[in-house]
């Protein structure tokens, strides 16, 4: 017979050595991915980073049974000159008794990512008013003015908001500085109204997927993410869509009041929530200023802030809808004792540079906008009747 012994060495020698290869290759890549990653970490560290700011679920938000999502209370940001940072109470203010103190008059903001900001905190509405008041009327009384806005918050979520969570700190004024979310929604707003049902688009905040997860969770990929981003983006150009068509006079007439008609009938839900929110307020003996976020919708338009408003062939409607709820909050503050209705775009002159997008307003909006509020409040004695 053969021997076949040297056969079944050579093959039992092979599969060690591919064995052993792949076990190599992988605790080299291992050692290459972890010495990436400190790398990364260190990276991080050296250019004043704070990973949060590039993570797909930094955890900005808790979950809510009332209100679908809030802010998770001391979260924390620090990145670069962008510096958030929220209380106990998932306010993105300075920590404050949930009692109200003696001698102090106590204003709460209320919207969406217009009034949470786009800024550092000190620099966000609520705390240049703050500032500002208390400048104003020196040791007199104390001045807190808390941010209660909370990115994606519509007229629903404020009316939840109020009866969960804001009542419980005895406002003295409430500002309701909010429209355009609930503009996104004017398709069913109605509609939730009248079913009862609460609206709440808060899922995707808590539906992780797995490679994202992983992916927040390493600094170099991370890194990846962040270069991929950067060399996908491309210059975008506005091309504004031109309307061949020719109307008579009177079909443009017809057409102008039935669009008209139609925006007015679909925010509808604006103003029965407006009066049910003014009429929270009156119970609780709280005062309100309502009034729509200044913007760069405006009847005329440079070709920068054309650029900056990526809607821009829906301008007229947006004009047209600003219009009327701007109409509907005279409405609820002619019949409501304690209710006011303010204007802000009216008293200034928009600039593109207050702006990071067609509405949310930066350092300079921001103290443009909280100068405003100042004047109404002082001028209309809200503070030391």
């Given at each position: 017979m053969k021997d076949h012994s040297y056969i079944f060495n050579f093959n039992i020698v092979n599969n060690f050595l591919i064995k052993n290869k792949i076990f190599a290759f992988g605790v080299s890549l291992i050692i290459i991915f972890t010495c990436l990653e400190?790398?990364?970490?260190?990276?991080?560290?050296?250019?004043?980073?704070?990973?949060?700011?590039?993570?797909?679920?930094?955890?900005r938000y808790q979950k809510s049974k009332e209100l679908g999502y809030e802010l998770a209370p001391y979260w924390e940001l620090n990145h670069d000159t962008l510096y958030e940072k929220f209380n106990s109470h998932g306010f993105r203010s300075p920590e404050v008794e949930k009692v109200k103190p003696e001698n102090h008059y106590r204003?709460?903001?209320?919207?969406?990512?217009?009034?949470?900001g786009r800024t550092s905190n000190k620099h966000t509405i609520s705390s240049m008013l703050e500032k500002k008041l208390n400048e104003f009327y020196g040791e007199k009384i104390t001045v807190e003015v808390i941010n209660a806005g909370v990115p994606g918050y519509n007229s629903f979520h404020i009316l939840r908001q109020f009866d969960d969570k804001l009542k419980y700190f005895s406002p003295d004024l409430i500002i309701n500085y909010q429209f355009f979310t609930d503009l996104s929604i004017i398709e069913y707003g109605n509609n939730i109204a009248a079913s009862g049902k609460y609206h709440n688009q808060s899922d995707s905040r808590f539906r992780k997927n797995l490679i994202k997860n992983i992916i927040d969770q390493s600094y170099f990929l991370t890194i990846l993410k962040i270069a991929s981003r950067k060399s996908s983006l491309h210059q975008k150009t506005n091309h504004l869509k031109s309307d061949a068509r020719r109307f008579s006079d009177n079909e443009i007439e017809i057409n102008k009041i039935n669009k008209q008609f139609e925006i007015e009938e679909k925010l509808t839900f604006i103003r029965n929530n407006l009066y049910k929110l003014v009429n929270k307020c009156e119970k609780n003996n709280i005062d309100i200023i309502l009034c729509t976020p200044i913007s760069l919708y405006k009847l005329s338009n440079t070709p920068i802030e054309i650029a900056m408003i990526d809607n821009y062939e829906s301008k007229d409607e947006i004009l047209k809808a600003i219009g009327i709820a701007n109409e509907m909050i005279k409405e609820v503050s002619t019949n409501a004792h304690n209710a006011y209705y303010y204007d802000i775009s009216k008293n200034i002159k928009i600039e593109s540079s207050w702006f990071d997008d067609k509405y949310h307003t930066l350092e300079k909006g921001n103290n443009i906008v909280s100068e405003e509020l100042k004047k109404f409040i002082v001028s209309n004695k809200f503070i030391l009747k």
């Open positions: 400190v790398l990364s970490i260190v990276l991080f560290s050296i250019l004043d980073k704070d990973i949060k700011a590039f993570q797909y679920y930094p955890g204003i709460i903001i209320t919207g969406s990512s217009i009034v949470y």
